[in-house]
T-cell receptor
Framework: QQQVKQSPQSLIVQKGGISIINCAYE??????FPWYQQFPGKGPALLIA?????SEKKEGRFTISFNKSAKQFSLHIMDSQPGDSATYFC????????????FGKGTKLTVNP | NAGVMQNPRHLVRRRGQEARLRCSPM?????VYWYRQLPEEGLKFMVY????????ESGMPKERFSAEFPKEGPSILRIQQVVRGDSAAYFC????????FGPGTRLTVL
């Protein structure tokens, strides 16, 4: 049973455009929703995270939007750059991030120059 | 990823051999998670350990896989009698307030 569904599987954006990746979850006990960025041959690196008491969190060009009633959250990358080309994973966990993470299947983002 | 050490970074084994993957968490962290990433897939939880104790092994295959985190030394993920389906990237995450992932061990089974 996949508890976190991520879409799209791949995404191609032009430099300067907006990249949008969506995730939906099933377990209402989840209370921590991070996004990870992974480059080929590397481990996942925490990009930005949100807790369900807020609907949006912004850090630089990266924004998480969170819809608790719909059990959905999304990552927006503004002014996308070629260096943003990577695979992005959404995840969810209980206990504010101190429990195991359940990951989406990932979105491979390509930003063309 | 700084501070979480995993070795080896690449490991090649023939079917039937044993694979040992090591993870040293960040300084001061006493909890580690192991995750497996199959090609083109997300990470899947395997096991959660603290020093000398397995907290949650609900994601571990029932056979051939074991994990430990001794009082001294790194955490070890051991895969006995490897099969081709074990080929994957194995990541450990060091747990402080939030998890930080190591660079992973890429296991290839020939």
């Amino acid at each position: 049973q996949q508890q976190v569904k991520q879409s799209p599987q791949s995404l191609i954006v032009q430099k300067g455009g907006i990249s949008i990746i969506n995730c939906a979850y099933e377990n209402t006990a989840f209370d921590y929703f991070p996004w990870y960025q992974q480059f080929p041959g590397k481990g996942p690196a925490l990009l930005i995270a949100i807790r369900p008491d807020v609907s949006e969190k912004k850090e630089g060009r990266f924004t998480i939007s969170f819809n608790k009633s719909a059990k959905q959250f999304s990552l927006h990358i503004m002014d996308s750059q070629p260096g943003d080309s990577a695979t992005y994973f959404c995840a969810a966990s209980n206990q504010g991030g101190s429990e195991k993470l359940v990951f989406g299947k990932g979105t491979k983002l390509t930003v063309n120059p | 990823n700084a501070g979480v050490m995993q070795n080896p970074r690449h490991l090649v084994r023939r079917r039937g051999q044993e694979a040992r993957l090591r993870c040293s968490p960040m300084k001061g962290h006493s909890h580690v998670y192991w995750y497996r990433q199959l090609p083109e897939e997300g990470l899947k939880f395997m096991v959660y350990l603290q020093k000398e104790n397995i907290i949650d092994e609900s994601g571990m295959p029932k056979e051939r896989f074991s994990a430990e985190f001794p009082k001294e030394g790194p955490s070890i993920l051991r895969i006995q009698q490897v099969v081709r389906g074990d080929s994957a990237a194995y990541f450990c995450a060091s747990q402080g307030q939030l998890p930080f992932f190591g660079p992973g061990t890429r296991l290839t089974v020939l």
